[in-house]
């Protein structure tokens, strides 16, 4: 006999009861709310977590698309409602004004805490002060900086080579993957003081881990819009089964790595430890070994600089083969800045080009610099962030903040705004960070909030830009980059970070000093 539609084991059944259940609470909660004589502003609803879970795939196209009509909305969720905005005046005052009554709290924490710990992404109060006053303590020396310059150039060298090699024998390169390996050896290197390697391809355990990494990343966020995710959890199933096999290869090979530093240190043959060069060296010593404590450290860094400086990269590319016109600026200014002489028509070696890329050149690259920013406007590798409310609020614009709600400030939104930006706000455009004088000057930090603002701004900040300077300068003086599929229109992976999902296939030929490369006409694509 036919399964009858009213069974409660029916899936239909199930989804058409949770969207009436769901769009009864909205109607619920929409109702003015009085105390008294007094009532509460209340942000209008754009949605709930159902409708948020099922645009997963799209969820910044979908969460845009609601900012358009709202500045500023609640989603609903039967454990909480929950606030999102793209207005930089409640922007500052949940990053600045009202800082103390604004962070991470127990449900963000929870949330987080498989995949990153008591990490300085998921803690609050005397543990985030104390992570956040080493590290940027650490963040300012000078041998850090030297040394990463270094290494930074080096693993440009090793990419560059590459595409060297795929411009002589006309094939094409993806270069999300080989940005992601190159940035992610990068941060092992100047982070932990080890070689991954995963440039070359051979290290299987460097890219297994880079796979588990990503994989969890996509599935610990997904917990934020799967109202059933502690059940799976509980019951060892589905997205959360697959996290956990991901989590545990993560963290057997950075136990592994803890383990090995340490035991350098302890019999004193170290190089990295002895010239107090990498990051985690530093920590050990200044704090007492607690290997979990150190783990959390580990995770955290490598979610700061793998995946945002390779994701800025590759989407600038992108962003240069649309607008090949922009591209061909850029590299101008590059030669000019390493005093490239004109006459100098083919560069056929890296290495060298790379001796010219000084800090006096880096500090000249300041259309480069613009266009990188208006890339991480567009492309925020933190598309969405969410604070926990501490004690009821009012927001600059009226609406009330409950205790225990969540705000969630979205950069990829706000970079897409016409009121914080202008007309032209989808416009792929450098010029619009430049002075009359062509000298890069910064937005307020509360509408282009890549980086966050106030207490918590990325301390990192620098050391990102200072990265993708050097890769980028180097790759864009040595060749000329066009889509080897100009029709294809690449889409993001719902995660933590803005990963592109799947590869971005790039054709790559030598630049000319006498500008002779080649170049498509494109069109905004945003």
């Known amino acids: 006999m036919a399964t009858s539609i009213v069974s409660l084991s029916n899936p239909i059944f199930i989804l058409i009861i949770t969207a009436l259940f769901l769009l009864l609470s909205v109607y619920i909660y929409n109702q003015p709310q009085k105390k008294g004589k007094t009532t509460k502003k209340y942000h209008p609803v754009g949605g709930t977590k159902f409708h948020q879970f099922i645009h997963f795939r799209r969820l910044h196209h979908y969460c845009t698309d609601l900012a358009r009509k709202y500045k500023t909305y609640r989603i609903y969720s039967p454990h909480n409602s929950e606030i999102y905005t793209t207005d930089p005046a409640n922007v500052e005052y949940i990053l600045r004004t009202n800082f103390d009554n604004y962070g991470k709290g127990s449900f963000m924490n929870h949330t987080l805490k498989d995949l990153l710990g008591d990490g300085i992404f998921t803690v609050d109060g005397d543990e985030w002060r104390e992570q956040r006053k080493v590290s940027s303590h650490e963040f300012s020396k000078k041998v850090l900086r030297d040394f990463s310059g270094v290494v930074f150039t080096e693993n440009t060298i090793k990419v560059g080579n590459i595409l060297s090699k795929a411009s002589n024998s006309n094939q094409t390169v993806d270069i999300t993957d080989l940005f992601m390996k190159s940035t992610t050896d990068s941060i092992f290197k100047v982070a932990f003081g080890i070689d991954f390697d995963n440039i070359s391809g051979s290290n299987e355990k460097g890219a297994r881990f880079c796979r588990a990494f990503d994989d969890a990343n996509e599935l610990v966020l997904r917990r934020f819009f799967d109202l059933s995710w502690k059940i799976q959890k509980f019951f060892n199933i589905g997205p959360e089964a697959e996290l956990k096999k991901n989590i545990k290869v993560i963290d057997d090979i950075i136990y592994k790595l803890i383990q090995t530093k340490i035991e350098k240190m302890r019999e004193g043959n170290d190089d990295t430890l002895l010239k107090k060069q990498d990051l985690l060296s530093r920590f050990l010593q200044i704090k007492d070994i607690d290997q979990k404590y150190v783990r959390d450290i580990v995770v955290t860094f490598v979610l700061a600089g793998k995946d945002p400086i390779a994701t800025s990269l590759y989407w600038f590319i992108y962003m240069l083969c649309k607008h090949p016109q922009i591209q061909d600026k850029v590299a101008k200014e590059i030669k000019e800045a390493t005093n490239m002489s004109m006459k100098e028509l083919e560069i056929t070696d890296v290495a060298e080009f790379a001796t010219r890329v000084t800090e006096e050149a880096l500090d000249k690259m300041q259309y480069l610099h613009a266009a990188l920013t208006e890339t991480i406007r567009l492309y925020p590798a933190l598309s969405m962030d969410p604070k926990t409310c501490f004690s009821d609020d009012v927001l600059p614009d009226g609406g009330f903040v409950k205790?225990?709600?969540?705000?969630?400030?979205?950069?990829?939104?706000?970079?897409?705004?016409?009121?914080?930006?202008?007309?032209?706000?989808?416009?792929?455009?450098?010029?619009?960070?430049?002075?009359?004088?062509?000298?890069?000057?910064?937005?307020?930090?509360?509408?282009?909030?890549?980086?966050?603002?106030?207490?918590?701004?990325?301390?990192?900040?620098?050391?990102?830009?200072?990265?993708?300077?050097?890769?980028?300068?180097?790759?864009?003086?040595?060749?000329?980059?066009?889509?080897?599929?100009?029709?294809?229109?690449?889409?993001?992976?719902?995660?933590?970070?803005?990963?592109?999902?799947?590869?971005?296939?790039?054709?790559?030929?030598?630049?000319?000093?006498?500008?002779?490369?080649?170049?498509?006409?494109?069109?905004d694509l945003i």
């Not at 890069?440 to 282009?448: E, G, L, Q, V």
Request: aromatic letters at 14%; glycine letters at 8%; one cysteine or more.
């Open 403 to 523: 205790k225990g709600e969540v705000v969630v400030y979205m950069p990829y939104a706000m970079g897409r705004m016409t009121f914080i930006w202008g007309d032209d706000a989808l416009e792929f455009k450098p010029e619009r960070w430049l002075d009359e004088n062509g000298v890069f000057h910064p937005a307020s930090p509360f509408k282009f909030t890549a980086f966050q603002a106030g207490p918590r701004t990325c301390m990192g900040r620098d050391f990102a830009y200072r990265q993708m300077k050097i890769f980028s300068s180097i790759l864009l003086g040595c060749f000329a980059f066009k889509l080897s599929d100009e029709s294809k229109i690449p889409h993001y992976r719902t995660m933590i970070n803005l990963q592109m999902d799947g590869p971005l296939h790039i054709s790559v030929s030598k630049r000319y000093g006498a500008d002779k490369s080649e170049s498509n006409n494109g069109k």
